[in-house]
């Protein structure tokens, strides 16, 4: 066998390791182990402008994405006196430029027993311990990089998310719209206001829509009129007038609701409740 020069193999090692060294996506991954004050911990970092993930063996895992997410916790959360607690944390912005999709989205619960959130914890109780602090900063870094795209593995499994940009997409129409079906009794609910809330521009808002300004408003009065329709239609709203039922879903103009309603459904609130009323089985009166 030919002998290699040492000063061959000197490169050979020297060179891959100067140009694989990578970034860990800009997330600064840190981890700290707490034991006791869970929610100021937890508020300390978010105001630092990072995402927080509890991690514990004890419990599910947790990520608080920022401090207007956290605030708006009906119960803060609390750990048990003997809880193994890691608060892993990355940087928002950078981890926001990965996974845009977690803007608007409550607090995310994973599994940490099993699948890749078990590997994640497994990562942060090493970091914790010291495990990297004799590493070359090569090495650190391919290491860091690994634990970020761990982290953004977890989070995408806890999604059920494709990592596509159409899966991404469908993701954030799916979570949208389940925004708007909880607020269409909102009289105030606009693309604006959507838009705010899930922490996108107007335009983004409307390219969900397949991109229409009239595609947002479209959908938001075509989901009001169908609510209408199933309450004009149940017989346990018999008590309420017509009037009350387009007031409880959004709508404050009775000749603008009127007009949408018939276009839509081909008859009056009225003919609609009273067609109701005449069928076999049914109530025998209705009230407009």
């Known amino acids: ?30 981890v700290v182990r707490l034991s006791t004050a869970l ?6 970092l978010l105001d630092q402008g990072r995402t927080v993930l509890v991690l514990s063996r004890q419990s599910t895992g947790k990520l608080y994405l920022d ?27 950078a981890l926001l430029r990965h996974l845009p999709m977690l803007s608007g989205l409550p607090p995310l619960s994973f599994d940490l027993a099993r699948g890749p959130g078990a590997f994640l914890l497994s990562a942060a109780s090493m970091l914790e311990s010291g495990a990297l602090e004799n590493a070359i900063p090569q090495t650190r870094q391919r290491l860091l990089q690994h634990v970020t795209d ?17 899966g991404r997409r469908r993701h954030r129409q799916r979570h949208i719209r389940r925004y708007i079906e909880s607020r269409l009794h909102e009289h105030d609910l606009t693309p604006q206001s959507i838009a705010e809330a899930s922490g996108i521009s107007t335009r983004a808002l409307y390219q ?17 009129l169908e609510r209408i329709h199933s309450d004009l239609t149940n017989p346990s709203h018999d ?50």
């Open 67 to 93: 401090p207007h997410q956290f605030s708006t916790l009906a119960r803060q959360p609390s750990i048990e006196p003997t809880a193994d607690v890691f608060l892993f944390s990355v940087t928002r912005q």
């Open 208 to 224: 969900l829509f397949d991109g229409e300004e009239g595609a947002v408003a479209g959908w938001i009065l075509n989901r009001r």
């Open 150 to 166: 761990l982290l953004i593995t977890t989070i995408l499994d806890c999604l059920d998310l494709e990592v596509s940009v159409a």
């Open 39 to 44: 929610s100021p911990a937890i508020a300390a």
């Open 239 to 288: 008590a309420l007038p017509i009037a009350q039922i387009a007031l409880n879903h959004g709508f404050r103009n009775a000749a603008h609701f009127s007009r949408r309603f018939r276009q839509k459904f081909g008859a009056s609130p009225r003919e609609i409740r009273q067609r109701v009323a005449m069928q076999p089985g049914t109530r025998t009166s209705g009230r407009g």
């Open 1 to 30: 066998m030919t002998d290699i020069p040492q000063a061959s193999l000197s490169a050979q090692r020297i060179i891959p390791l100067a140009t694989l060294a990578a970034s860990p996506r800009g997330m600064d991954p840190a």
